[in-house]
């Protein structure tokens, strides 16, 4: 493993864990304020991606970028406005239900405008080339523009939050809604727009990542359970829990890969051998980097048990 | 009134009833083509059931079967999964559906496999025969043979094969990385690939062996990208097909890492949009039955009916194994006339058909069947293009060697009972 290697593994961990932040950072913000878990997030992020794909073969990419988002999110407001609010009056369950639904409607709606198949969403061509090298690996001008994307995003939602007083009035409907209205603001309209903000965050996730996944009916799907993993390991509620847990979820899911060690290994590290025709050599020569994409739920169970909160969250799950 | 209204309702009922009768036997065949159309794999499903679909509407153009009766293909999704196949199949058995025609996805077939051998074992007088053209995992015409079941694309026991013979004519492929899925299918590659290699190309260095979960799980292949530069590989063998093949070809892009890429069904018509060019970054060495844009070097009808194909469907030509199960199926209707999969089969089995090289031969002793293949590389072409869905992308595969049938023949340990 030399030095560059890791520095490429490092880099794509980071991205990965970055994208995992856009994706989850709405959904945290919702469940914070809001106590609604809202399943059809991954779904939201899905809509992004198509939007962005749509638009770009209407206008261009940039235009995507800023347009795509804002539709999600006004969306992602209708949606909690019309629907959520009546909803609310029946408790979690209703509403978790609810957006189970949605996310259904979500897909087939998906599969009714754009066909079943991938659509051609692809990285506009002015970002489409390799930045720089190191000892033979390239390292994509686009890869580093949804880096730099999603590290901004991080630092503006966190200004707004601790430095805006539309932050400080957020922070306080999160914990005394009744008091806040009391003095004169309109407590569910800052419902409606945490909302819509939380799911137009996963609108530019999915405009940044659709064209590198690619955009097909079945991605919320794919990438809805990870965004809850997210969330727990991080604390439900917390911003910050988020991205630390994010990073660490995309660090140790991209080294894990590299890691060809298995239980094996370990054993005639301790000096056995297991036999290879053996029954118990099928279960102890998996490797960690086969086991690589359910190694962030290992670290669920493992937070579940030993602080169910998350890293930095303060309600029970 | 009321009395009116009952008689009514009655009359409604007794009607709805009798429309419901059986149709009569002058209606089509039908056949249940079982494909993933949902999810990731939405995309292989939906072409390899409309190739299905135009071979079949050849048949029917010919005249059909029997008495002029036709075949009629009936789409099923399984979206990919073993467990949603054997509700489908149970579904088709119930409608007294008698033929089932699967290919994409190993681990389905060998759901259905045995899901079929129970059924026929049990139900004699109402089996049902399983048409297989694409699930290449060696058991199935080996240890899990069926008398029921018809492969009619070589195994990866004979792909791998080939590519292998390719490969010890290539100087420049000295150390490959071998990198599959992890389910039945790419297991048997990696095994098949680690034998031949060790065996037949001594001077290659096999530098890194994967398994990575299957079916569109991974989205992220960088990390798979640095191991293969880790190690030095300058050829990865690999069994990938579908988004595990797309974005691999894309990640080894973009992070700018230089392989050969022999692969199985790496190059697929449907993941042209997901890759564009970086699909010519690295070559691509694909084996296949045929490629339509040598027309010279085929046969006139095969040339029609690629011809045909490409008006019909809007994409080239990019199978011919599909052709030839149609063709071979209707064949044995005619032959035993019947439409009993019993009778059907014993005059499937040992049935030789016309090909692209020379004839397509049916094994009777484990129902594989063997013929002449090609290696092949995508390549850019500007001139006479691979078009799908109306679109080109500037790139067609271009012929690199005819493997030879006997080379890829392999004996079987099939224990065939029949009834």
């Known amino acids: 493993m030399t030095v560059d290697i890791i520095i490429f593994t490092i880099f794509n961990g980071l991205l990965y864990g970055m994208f995992l932040f856009m994706l989850s950072s709405g959904l945290t913000l919702i469940f914070g304020m809001m106590g609604v878990l809202n399943f059809a997030h991954a779904s939201f992020f899905m809509i992004g991606a198509y939007l962005g794909y749509q638009i770009s073969t209407f206008t261009n990419y940039w235009i995507a970028l800023i347009l795509a988002p804002f539709f999600v999110g006004l969306l992602g407001v209708m949606v909690e406005k ?27 709606i998906v599969q009714m405008v754009w066909g079943k198949i991938p659509v051609p969403y692809e990285i506009p061509k002015i970002l489409n080339f390799s930045l720089f090298e190191i000892s033979g ?67 530019l996730a999915g405009v940044l990542a659709g064209n590198v996944i690619g955009t097909e009916p079945s991605m919320a799907l794919l990438l809805g359970p990870i965004v809850f993993v997210v969330i727990v390991v991080g604390g439900l509620g917390s911003l ?36 290879i025709k053996s029954k118990l050599n099928e279960f102890t020569s998996i490797t960690i980097s086969q086991l690589a994409p359910i190694v962030p739920y290992i670290l669920l169970i493992v937070i579940l048990i030993a602080r169910p909160r998350g890293l930095y969250g303060d309600r029970d799950v | 009134m009321r009395k009116l209204q009952t008689v009514f309702i009655i009359f409604i009922s007794i009607l709805s009833l009798i429309s419901c009768e059986k149709k009569d036997s002058k209606s089509s065949i039908k056949i249940a083509a079982i494909e993933p159309l949902s999810g990731p794999y939405a995309a292989v499903g939906d072409d390899l059931i409309t190739q299905v679909e135009f071979y079949t509407e050849e048949i029917n153009n010919n005249g059909g079967v029997l008495d002029g009766r036709k075949l ?9 999964k073993a467990e949603k196949t054997t509700e489908l199949v149970r579904k088709a058995i119930d409608n007294d559906i008698r033929f089932i025609i699967q290919g994409g996805g190993s681990h389905v077939a060998k759901s259905i496999i045995t899901q079929l051998e129970k059924h026929n074992s049990r139900n004699p007088g109402k089996e049902v025969l399983f048409l297989n053209h694409s699930a290449v995992t060696p058991s199935f015409t080996n240890e899990d043979c069926t008398f029921f079941h018809f492969r009619f694309d070589a195994n990866t ?28 299918y790419g297991q048997s590659i990696k095994k098949q690939a680690r034998k031949l290699l060790t065996d ?40 990938n097909w579908g988004p595990d093949a797309y974005r691999l070809i894309n990640a080894l892009a973009d992070a700018g890492v ?74 044995a209707i005619n032959q035993s006339n019947s439409l009993e999969p019993v009778k059907i089969a014993y005059a499937l089995e040992d049935m030789e058909n016309r090909g692209p090289y020379g004839s397509v031969r049916m094994r009777k002793e484990d129902h594989q069947a063997h013929f002449d293949m090609v290696t092949t590389v995508v390549e850019e072409n500007k001139a006479n293009p691979m078009i ?12 690199l060697n005819i493997i030879e049938e006997k080379d890829v023949t392999f004996p079987s340990r099939c224990d065939m009972k029949r009834p």
């Open chain 2, 258 to 331: 230089k392989v050969k890429i022999f692969g199985i069904y790496i190059f697929l018509p449907n993941s042209m949009p997901s890759m564009s060019k970086n699909a010519l970054f690295n070559p691509i060495i694909q084996i296949k039955e045929t490629i339509p844009y040598d027309t010279e070097k085929l046969p006139d009808w095969l040339n029609q009916i690629n011809k045909r194909h490409l008006e019909k469907t809007k994409m080239s030509s990019d199978t011919d194994r599909m052709r030839n199960m149609m063709e071979m199926f209707a064949r």
């Open chain 2, 200 to 239: 037949r190309v001594p001077r290659v260095k096999i530098v890194g062996d994967e398994l990575i979960p299957p079916f569109g799980k991974v989205t992220d292949f960088n990390p798979y990208v640095s191991k293969i530069k880790v190690s030095g590989a300058d050829t990865i063998l690999t069994g």
């Open chain 2, 157 to 184: 026991d004979m792909k791998v094969a080939a590519l292998v013979t390719e490969i010890a004519k290539d100087m420049d492929v000295n150390k490959v990385y071998l990198f599959n899925q992890n389910y039945a």
């Open chain 2, 72 to 80: 009629e293909i009936i789409r099923m999704d399984n979206a990919n």
């Open chain 1, 82 to 108: 019309y629907a959520l609010r009546r909803i609310h009056k029946y408790g979690h369950v209703a509403e978790l239900i609810f957006t189970f639904g949605i996310f259904y409607i979500i897909e087939e």
């Open chain 1, 240 to 275: 910050k829990g988020a991205l630390v847990a994010s990073i660490i979820i995309g660090l140790i899911q991209t080294i894990s890969i590299s890691l060809e060690v298995n239980i094996n290994d370990l054993f005639s590290f301790l000096g056995y051998s297991i036999d």
């Open chain 1, 137 to 203: 690996m390239s390292y994509p001008a686009y890869s580093m523009f949804r880096l730099f994307i999603s590290i901004a995003m991080f630092i503006a939602i966190y200004q707004i939050l601790a430095k805006t007083r539309t932050g400080l009035i957020i922070k306080a409907a999160l914990t005394h809604p009744n008091m806040v209205s009391c003095l004169g603001h309109n407590v569910p309209k800052v419902f409606s727009y945490v909302f819509g903000f939380g799911c137009s965050l996963a609108g």
């Open chain 2, 388 to 399: 799908y869905k109306d679109k080109n992308y500037g790139m067609a595969y271009s012929t």
